[in-house]
T-cell receptor, first 115, second 114 residues
Framework: DQQVKQNSPSLSVQEGRISILNCDYT??????FLWYKKYPAEGPTFLIS?????DKNEDGRFTVFLNKSAKHLSLHIVPSQPGDSAVYFC??????????????FGKGTLLTVNP | KAGVTQTPRYLIKTRGQQVTLSCSPI?????VSWYQQTPGQGLQFLFE???????NKGNFPGRFSGRQFSNSRSEMNVSTLELGDSALYLCASSSVGGANYGYTFGSGTRLTVV
């Protein structure tokens, strides 16, 4: 049972436009959400996170939106740059249910930003 | 400061053999987690250690085991290797554990079982 889902395996956008990556979750115990970026042959690097008590968190070009009622979050990248091309993973964690010490990941979305 | 160091970077083993992977966390970090990444399953949690104690374990068979030493370095062991164990194994460290405190990943060990 996949608790964190990224339904789009890939996304292609033009440089300068907005990239929107989506993520859905099923476990209501999750109360903290993160986005990681991964380049080939490297480990994932942390990008941005959001607590379930918020509905938006912004850091430079990156904004994460959380819709708890829909169990949906999205990552917006504006403007997109070629260097943003990577695999993006959505991850979730939660204090409740004893799952605080692990991250549950989606399968990732490959973002390609074309010059 | 130095990041999370995983050794070796690449490994080729034969079915039935066993393998040990090593992870040195960021200095001062006491929590070490292990994840398996495969094309079909994405990143899956293996286990997490804090101060030499396993605090959480994922849904992997008993062939997968780990331990943490007093200096916070960690090892994971896979016995009786199967072809399906071919994957990128990632280690992540954190000061106290818990997503809120941030996890830093190493570059991983690419294991190929033939």
């Amino acid at each position: 049972d996949q608790q964190v889902k990224q339904n789009s395996p890939s996304l292609s956008v033009q440089e300068g436009r907005i990239s929107i990556l989506n993520c859905d979750y099923t476990n209501s115990m999750f109360d903290y959400f993160l986005w990681y970026k991964k380049y080939p042959a490297e480990g994932p690097t942390f990008l941005i996170s959001i607590s379930s008590i918020k509905d938006k968190n912004e850091d430079g070009r990156f904004t994460v939106f959380l819709n708890k009622s829909a169990k949906h979050l999205s990552l917006h990248i504006v403007p997109s740059q070629p260097g943003d091309s990577a695999v993006y993973f959505c991850a979730a964690s939660g204090y409740r249910g004893g799952s605080n010490y692990k991250l549950t990941f989606g399968k990732g979305t490959l973002l390609t930003v074309n010059p | 400061k130095a990041g999370v160091t995983q050794t070796p970077r690449y490994l080729i083993k034969t079915r039935g053999q066993q393998v040990t992977l090593s992870c040195s966390p960021i200095s001062g970090h006491r929590s070490v987690s292990w994840y398996q990444q495969t094309p079909g399953q994405g990143l899956q949690f293996l286990f997490e250690y804090f101060s030499e104690t396993q605090r959480n374990k994922g849904n992997f068979p008993g062939r997968f085991s780990g331990r943490q030493f007093s200096n916070s370095r960690s090892e994971m062991n896979v016995s009786t290797l199967e072809l399906g164990d071919s994957a990128l194994y990632l280690c992540a460290s954190s000061s106290v554990g818990g997503a809120n405190y941030g996890y830093t990943f190493g570059s991983g060990t690419r294991l190929t079982v033939v």
